[in-house]
């Protein structure tokens, strides 16, 4: 009997999307197949000093993890044992770390240069990748090197501002007045010291998830439809009836395949690996304007990679398979 393969999940952390990453995680711990691999979900704490080896029933046995949401409090495990990080990765003779956190410090760079002590491969973007993604004015300048369009920055209203180093749309809004602005300023600073002001573009929101590292796969492209605000919020990504998303998306054949086009030249040019999400907004409805990369997009049954994939004929445990077999290679 082929030997199964031992994986690490690691999620939570020290970032506004500690729950989201939660969910993810819990999702890929349920989805991995048990005949393939052996695994061993590991929950990181809010401020990223505790981290808590743990089961799948205890993670399968949570509820309203959201909830937790902009409070210091933990997830309660029924079974879990505390452990040493990167001396209990090698400890333990992992074969691949999924990284399912998101954010700072799981996204960013942080937690993939840890790993990159310990010689174990893991999923996703490396220390390079993953920190240009994260870091939105770097990631533009990058985008503005190769000839790929972003939003342009912007002193006139209606305008949209972000915290420089967030995902998951964490402390952006739409001012449209000087007093939207102070508190749009006010509510993007709480999640960083570097702010971005942009231009508010109007369109069709897309995204389009890419697979691989040499041969890469774009997947359908999906439409994006927020219900609760006027852009694809936090709000609108994870709760239900936030959004609709429509795969694939209804534009154009043409232009279905330069946003795939564009997406994986994006992907390319920060060096990404395994998979990624690149989103974008089609001003007037007829120009690709890159929003940003998500090197670690969500993997909770809300999230538009997972759905991407099924469009494509991947089911999420070969979605699983895929990424796993990317880190390996």
């Known amino acids: ?53 743990t089961d799948k029933k205890s993670l399968l046995g949570l509820s309203n993890t959201l909830d937790l949401r902009g409070t210091s409090k933990e997830i309660t ?102 007093k939207e602005l102070d508190k749009s300023l006010s509510l993007a600073s709480k999640f960083g010291k570097k702010v971005l002001i942009e231009e508010y573009l109007k369109g069709i929101e897309l995204t389009c998830s890419v697979l691989g590292n040499e041969n890469l796969i774009a997947l359908p492209v999906i439409e994006i439809v927020p219900l609760k605000g006027d852009f694809f919020d936090y709000e609108s990504k994870y709760t239900e009836s936030g959004s609709q998303e429509i795969v694939p998306a209804r534009i154009s054949k043409t232009l279905t395949k330069k946003v795939q086009e564009i997406a994986i030249k994006v992907y390319k040019a920060i060096n990404c690996q395994g998979f990624g999400r690149i989103d974008f907004i089609l001003k007037d409805n007829k120009t690709p304007i890159v929003l940003e990369i998500n090197t670690i997009p969500g993997l909770t049954p809300m999230s538009l990679l997972p759905k991407a994939a099924k469009a494509a004929g991947i089911s999420y445990s070969e979605l699983l398979d895929r990424i796993i077999k990317y880190a390996k290679e």
């Open 1 to 53: 009997m082929k030997k199964k393969l031992k994986v690490l999940v690691l999620m939570g952390g020290k970032s506004p999307e500690h729950e989201v990453s939660i969910i993810s995680g819990t999702e890929v711990v349920k989805n991995l197949d048990p005949r393939k691999y052996e695994v061993l979900p590991v929950v990181v704490s809010k401020d990223g000093s505790v981290w808590k080896l």
């Open 77 to 178: 495990l029924s079974d879990s044992k505390r452990i040493h990080a990167v001396d209990s990765i090698s400890e333990q003779k992992v074969d691949v770390v999924f990284i399912a956190m998101h954010g700072p410090f799981g996204e960013d760079g942080t937690v993939q240069g840890m790993l990159d002590l310990t010689g174990v491969p893991y999923t996703g973007a490396g220390v390079l990748a993953s920190a240009i993604g994260m870091d939105k004015e770097m990631f533009k300048k990058v985008m503005d090197a190769i000839g790929i369009r972003t939003p342009k920055s912007s002193n006139k209203f209606p305008c949209f501002i972000k915290p420089n180093s967030q995902g998951s749309s964490v402390g952006a809004s739409i001012a449209r007045n000087a």
